[in-house]
């Protein structure tokens, strides 16, 4: 009889340590399981801030770009205006006022 009621003890404490146990590992693995899922959206946020940027640099790029081909334009038009442009010096064939 005494057995009997042991058994069922021991039984019960082997049952709530077994319990303890699994309920935390169900805890670390959910956890682990989190930190992924955080690390994993924390990649894709990175990955979409990389990709941004990138966008942002290229689109500056041209923007260089094509102000560059404008002031090359703008010199060429100022170089050819003063190629054109007349001396205004008097002319030589004129007689001096007395």
Do not use: H, W
């Amino acid at each position: 009889m005494k057995m009997i009621y042991q058994t069922p003890c021991r039984l019960s404490v082997v049952g709530l340590f077994c319990a303890f146990i699994l309920g935390g590992c169900e805890s670390l693995s959910t956890v682990s399981v989190s930190k992924n899922v955080q690390r994993s959206e924390s990649t894709a946020i990175e990955s979409d801030l990389v990709k941004s940027l990138q966008r942002q640099v290229k689109e500056r790029d041209r923007r260089i770009e094509e102000l560059t081909s404008q002031l090359e334009a703008l010199k060429a038009i100022d170089q050819d205006f003063v190629s054109r442009r007349k001396p205004s010096y008097p002319p030589a064939a004129t007689i001096p006022i007395e």
